[in-house]
């Protein structure tokens, strides 16, 4: 199972999300699981944000050996799943991959469809996203140019947000 997880710059939310669902999927022993990111307007080559890279590291994951890159139809293609930290950022990623439509979920609408309409592989997910209610998933706020509490915060949310995720990963 492929995870892309997709943001702006591909230095925040997307790494911060890469590199949690990576050390989760460790601790829950998820057969082949591999984790990967991109932004829709990423800086190519940049590292972590060095905030984020703290969220990270706090939160017991690996920020080393970061570099940011371009979303592109093909690496968006590749995912068995793609999570968008926003509505924006699903939209772009169905912009330059229609295909991926029933595999394209924000990281909180994917976590709902999980925790709350029980879910339980990623055909689920797309079948069961009518029956969500409008409003009850949030997008993930970009912390860049904001303190390190938000940046805390922000990886926090995305922490909470991926276990039943990655559960739903292991079943499928």
Do not use: W, Y
Not at 55 to 66: A, I, K, R, T
Not at 105 to 132: C, G, I, M, Q, Y
């Amino acid at each position: 199972m492929h995870i892309l997880f997709v943001c702006t710059g591909n230095i925040c939310r997307s790494p911060m999300a890469e590199r949690l669902a990576f050390v989760l999927g460790s601790q829950l022993r998820i057969a082949a699981l591999t984790t990967s990111s991109a932004g829709i307007r990423a800086v190519i080559g940049n590292p972590i944000h060095p905030e984020a890279a703290r969220v990270v590291e706090h939160l017991g994951g690996d920020p080393s050996d970061f570099a940011a890159r371009q979303l592109t139809p093909r690496i968006a293609g590749d995912a068995d799943l793609v999570i968008a930290m926003t509505r924006a950022h699903r939209d772009s990623v169905l912009g330059l991959a229609p295909r991926q439509l029933h595999k394209t979920f924000t990281l909180s609408e994917a976590s709902l469809l999980v925790s709350e309409r029980k879910a339980k592989n990623v055909a689920d997910l797309a079948a069961l996203r009518p029956h969500l209610a409008s409003g009850a998933a949030r997008d993930i706020p970009d912390p860049i140019g904001q303190d390190s509490e938000f940046f805390a915060r922000v990886g926090t949310q995305i922490a909470e947000l991926l276990p039943p995720i990655l559960t739903l990963c292991k079943r499928d």
